[in-house]
């Protein structure tokens, strides 16, 4: 079992950066698939990106391609998304998942393990 605390959340412009973080406090993260997701106000949680366990592979939303990167350094136990050229409509609570299935993956219910989450806001 693993447990994720996120930081990194905050109130930028559009048009800055942002990297958020997820650090796993209790267990191995790399042995899970990590997501990102999202939940912007008044709608529905939606994926954001995923990475696999060792790092090679990586799915974006493709409102975010070209924009957001998600790493990882497993030797750290921890997981990133660094956020460029935000937009208003990147607002939202970012969370941070583990998956314990063979791939990654963009499905949230194939995430059994969640962060607490991280405010997001982008000012136009």
């Known amino acids: 079992q693993v447990q994720l605390v996120e930081s990194g959340g905050g109130l930028v412009q559009a048009g800055e950066f942002l990297r958020l973080s997820c650090a796993a406090s209790?267990?191995?993260?790399?042995?899970?698939?990590a997501g990102w997701f999202r939940q912007p106000p008044g709608k529905e949680r939606e994926f954001v990106a995923a990475i696999s366990r060792p790092g090679y592979v990586v799915y974006y939303a493709d409102s975010v391609k070209g924009r957001f990167t998600i790493s990882r350094d497993n030797a750290k136990n921890t997981v990133y998304l660094q956020m460029n050229s935000l937009k208003p409509e990147d607002t939202g609570v970012y969370y941070c998942a583990a998956a314990e299935g063979p791939r990654a993956t963009r499905k949230d219910n194939e995430y059994a393990y969640w962060g607490q989450g991280t405010q997001v806001t982008v000012s136009s």
């Open positions: 209790r267990g191995i993260f790399s042995s899970y698939v």
